[in-house]
């Protein structure tokens, strides 16, 4: 099978994409979004993993393809599945996406083709969810399952597709043969499990790991502060133990399509077997609180009242360095401090526009700047040199003129 169709061509789809076409298959990418297909054809994308160069040069040799029609090879082929997996309003899990993905492939399957989940599910989605629907709607009975979880940190310059250790199974052993194969051509580790299930609690796992950790630091923060000190301080000296401890850092909160919504996705699947996952429940809720409870705290340095305060917030994005919004808690900081009262602006040079409103430049005559997300790009000297009162609220250790407020 030398044709490979990846669905959704996103943080996760488009980067797996590129590089499977650099490893010598014939590549379409395919997304629902015509706009997006469009862009994509002529090298424009907002993905920090991929240039245009990149794109224009793997179509020039016909590598790739980007269609939002999804094509019919007519030959066993290679399907994989990254389209989104959030979550609904009430925090469960939402798979429209992948449920139009899997009747997608129905439509235009050929037999012996191999059908790869990459996006992030609750654990029995491949046995329960994805074959039954392509088989049933397809009405064919010879096609191949297999999972391997992306594992993609977007704009991570030291871990990408290629190192990082790709989990891997499959719903039989030629599945499975052919799925190590595969991503044997361009990934430098490839891990076996025995069961489909064992990996995809696996990816849950990893990412409700650094949701439980960053909630157990959050909540030391609340500590902390009843004390006069950060949890920054506590947990630089805890962090001189050579052994038997990890740092993790506050924040406002976790945003991302990972840390937010796969702890969600491990609690659905506790709950499909009758468990009730209370650490994993606590955390969700601790982390989602964070915006709420840091604006009580900036209201009460204010005495209690925020209105007519002008505040600016200094990057929206949910992590460094990207431009994605996804989950991302400063929107709801932002939202919770308007609730109040306060006049908001915020600057981020990654993102264009958030419900209408443009990036303002860095404004030192506010009555209070918080930096939330910073940006390699970003130069708070002016609200240095103005005395322009500020408060950080990242979750990094580097000190960009004030102590750390968490």
Known sequence: MNEVIVLGQGYVGLPVAM?????????????????????????????????????????????IEFTAQIPRTGKPTIYIITVPTPLKNDRTPDLTMLENACKLIASVVDDESLIINESTSYIGTLRNLIKPIIDGDSGKSNLKFAVAPERIDP??????ITNTPRNISGLSQSAKDEAIKFYSKFCLVVREAPQPEVVEAAK????TFRQVNIALVNEFSQIANEFNFTAHEAIELAGS?????????????????????????????????????????????????MPVKVTNRIKDMFGSNLQGKRIQLAGMSYKANISDLRESPSLILMTELKKLGAIVTWFDPLIESIEGHKSVQIDPTVDLGLIVTPHDSMDFSI????????????????????????
Request: glycine residues 10%.
């Open 19 to 63: 590089q499977v076409a650099k490893a010598g298959f014939k590549v379409f990418g395919f997304d629902i979004d015509p706009d997006k297909i469009t862009k994509l054809n002529n090298g424009v994308t907002d993905s920090p993993d991929v240039d245009k160069d990149e794109i224009l040069d793997l179509k020039s040799q016909g590598k």
């Open 241 to 289: 133990k050579p052994f038997g401890f990890m740092p993790f850092y506050p924040g406002i909160g976790v945003g991302g399509h990972c840390i937010p919504v796969d702890p969600s996705y491990l609690v659905y699947s506790a709950n499909i077997s009758g468990i009730e996952p209370k650490i994993i429940t606590t955390a969700n809720e601790v982390n989602n609180l």
């Open 204 to 207: 849950l796992f990893e990412n």
């Open 383 to 406: 609200w240095l040199k103005h005395g322009t009162q500020v408060i950080d609220l990242s979750s990094t250790t580097k000190n960009y003129g004030w102590p750390k407020f968490l």
């Open 155 to 160: 704009g991570n310059s030291k871990w990408g």
